[in-house]
């Protein structure tokens, strides 16, 4: 239980284009969703918290216009990288909140990830 | 402030048992978990403590002192698959996760 997906695994694009990434809960319904990215060799960086049917709440430091967040379903968080350039080329991964892993309800099960590689 | 202290990496070898500890200083504490993060892929779950006390799965056991404000992951009969980051994080009293900056093992054989 508690499967979360992420969509595609692996972008690479040019330099001012917008990439999706969309985050899935598969086995269970999960009304906040979390975003991260993280650099090689470093700690998982809280990008936003995602809310189903409400605004994100990004973390300081975080461009909201830069970083699209949507949370349209209890299954479904995407998140939109515009205008894309090479220092966004990261891992991104999202994460979503319930039950059913193992863990409390609390517990954050996390996506795979998606390498961004922006030329 | 918020902090999580973890070692930055351990050493340890091929079926023996190693101890990552974590001290927290967090407003407020709802639990703590140990996530387990393989190079280049994403965090899973390895556990929950909320509960003074060791809480065991497995060749995995994971302890919590809350006066202290300190845990230990405990991984028993090593094996090189274990070769791993492994996170700690607090939820404070709003439920935010606060994260540790994980500690790298080296099993050795």
């Known amino acids: 239980g508690a499967v979360v997906s992420q969509h595609p695994s692996w972008v690479i694009c040019k330099s001012g284009t917008s990439v999706k990434i969309e985050c899935r809960s598969l086995?269970?319904?999960?009304?906040?969703m979390f975003w991260y990215r993280q650099f090689p060799k470093q700690s998982l960086m809280l990008m936003a918290t995602?809310?189903?049917?409400?605004?994100?709440?990004?973390e300081q430091g975080v461009e909201k216009d830069k970083f699209l967040i949507n949370h349209a379903s209890l299954t479904l968080s995407t998140l939109t990288v515009t205008s894309a350039h090479p220092e966004d080329s990261s891992f991104y991964i999202c994460s979503a909140r319930g039950a059913g892993g193992g863990g409390p309800e609390e517990t954050q099960y996390f996506g795979p990830g998606t390498r961004l590689l922006v030329l | 402030g918020q902090n999580i202290d973890q070692p930055t990496e351990m050493t340890a070898t091929e079926g023996a048992i190693v101890q990552i500890n974590c001290t927290y200083q967090?407003?407020?504490?709802?639990?703590l978990f140990w996530y387990q993060q393989h190079a280049g892929e994403a965090p899973t779950f390895l556990s929950y403590?909320?509960l003074d006390g060791l809480e065991e799965k497995g060749r995995f056991s994971s302890f919590l002192s809350r006066s202290k404000g300190y845990s230990y992951l405990l991984l028993k009969e090593l094996q090189m698959k274990d070769s791993a980051s492994y996170l700690c994080a607090v939820m404070d009293s709003n439920y935010q996760l606060i994260w540790g900056a994980g500690t790298k093992l080296i099993i050795k054989p």
């Open positions: 403590n909320v």
């Open positions: 086995d269970f319904q999960a009304t906040t």
């Open positions: 995602s809310n189903e049917g409400s605004k994100a709440t990004y």
């Open positions: 967090t407003s407020g504490f709802n639990g």
